[in-house]
């Protein structure tokens, strides 16, 4: 079974792009010569574009025509599996270090979405309870480029009436402030995955259409286990890479 005409026309036109026949920065061919040249109609031509468009190869703009979009060298982001300190707390990325953030935090009370809800262990039923949610945009602050959002989950009733609710959590940020209300030692684990963006973290993030977030969960507990945080962040996935290094397992050593 063929494939669409439109769905022809695009996979000719990725491939172009792919092989630089149109490099990065430089302009598509308008769109009433695309229809003639495919031989299609303007509307199968447009429905071509929109698809490379939401694949965030293109950006259609009325000014400048099609132009296609320059795709940014990744930053890789080392997972060592080590937590890091400095003079401002605990971190996990040795790459992110600097970042800081961009605005003060939001604060807020409200419902744990679903799967937030699933990791913070709040039992059936209570899903829809508010907990404390953090929000921050972090990033470069010499230039102001924000680079992810992070937003930290907390229980409501470990997080009610205490100086986890305020702007200012004092030096080493929440985690300090975990362990000095008895906690410590905190122990994390982390999970990626990756999904679409809504259009309030596009906007956020600077985000061409078509570009999915990197998304790491992590997952801050007490020495009893009980699940004190989870901490969402989020950044381009066009811009960002997850690296670790590996090791041999015993059994794969050479003998």
Known sequence: MSSPAYRQMAA????????GTYPAGGTLPKLVDL??????????????????????????????????????VRRRLTRSRQVYRDERGYYFDPAAQPWTALEPPTITWAPAPRDIATLLGLPEGQEGEDVLVRDRLMGDAATH??????????????????????????????????????????????????????????????LPKGVPLLRILRTTTGPDNAVLEINDTRMSAETFEIGYGLTRHTSAQQT
């Open 145 to 206: 480029t924000p680079l992810q959002l992070a937003t930290s989950y907390l229980p409501a009733p470990l997080a009610r009436g205490t100086r986890l609710a305020e702007k200012d959590t004092g030096p080493g940020g929440i985690y300090d402030l975990l362990e000095h209300m008895g906690h410590a030692p905190l122990s994390w684990e982390e999970a990626v995955s990756a999904r679409m963006p809504t259009p309030t973290e596009s906007e956020c993030l600077h």
């Open 12 to 19: 000719e036109l990725r491939g172009a792009i792919e092989d």
């Open 35 to 72: 229809a003639q040249r495919y031989e299609v109609a303007k509307q199968t031509a447009r429905e071509a574009l929109a698809e490379l468009e939401a694949e965030g190869l293109i950006d259609v703009t009325r000014r400048r025509g099609t132009i296609v979009r320059p795709r940014p």
